[in-house]
C-alpha cells in the first residue's frame, strides 16, 4: 500500500494501519516504515519526535536502516537536538552491522561536511 501497487494511488493511511499491526507484533520492518511515515508526515500527522523514537527502537533491535536513519535525524536535528557527533557515532555502528549507505554517507559526512538528508 504505501508503494501504491494495487491501487491507483498510495494510500498511506491504509499502509500506516498495517504497518502498526505489524510493528505491535515485534516486526522492525513495518516499524521502521512506520517511522518515516511519522518523520515525514504522510497518512499521518507529522511526528518527528515519535518517528525517532521507533526508529531508535528498532535500531536497538538490530534493524540496520533504523539505525542510519536515526543517525541522520541526529545530524538534521529531525525531533532530536542536533547531535552531529550521535549522528555520526550511529552512523558508525550501522556500518559494523554492515550497511553500505551509511559507509557512503560517512564519506560524504568527511569529505564536504555537509549533513546528510534522509529523504534520499
Not at 511515515?37 to 504522510?42: N, Q, R, S
Not at 532530536?80 to 555520526?88: I, M, N, P, Q
Request: proline content about 2%.
Amino acid at each position: 500500500f504505501s508503494l501504491g501497487v494495487g491501487t491507483e494511488e498510495p494510500s498511506y493511511e491504509e499502509a500506516l494501519t498495517w504497518f502498526q499491526k505489524a510493528s505491535d507484533r515485534g516486526h522492525l520492518d513495518a516499524a521502521h516504515n512506520l517511522a518515516v511515515l511519522l518523520l515525514e508526515g504522510k497518512g499521518v500527522k507529522k511526528n518527528e519526535r515519535k518517528g525517532v523514537g521507533l526508529l531508535m527502537d528498532a535500531a536497538d533491535k538490530g534493524h540496520k536502516l533504523s539505525r542510519q536513519i536515526a543517525g541522520l535525524c541526529y545530524c538534521d536535528a529531525k525531533g532530536v537536538k542536533r547531535d552531529a557527533e550521535k549522528g555520526l557515532e550511529m552512523y558508525m555502528q550501522a556500518t559494523a552491522l554492515s550497511e553500505a549507505q551509511s559507509l557512503f554517507e560517512i564519506g560524504e559526512w568527511f569529505a564536504t561536511r555537509a549533513v546528510p538528508n534522509y529523504q534520499r
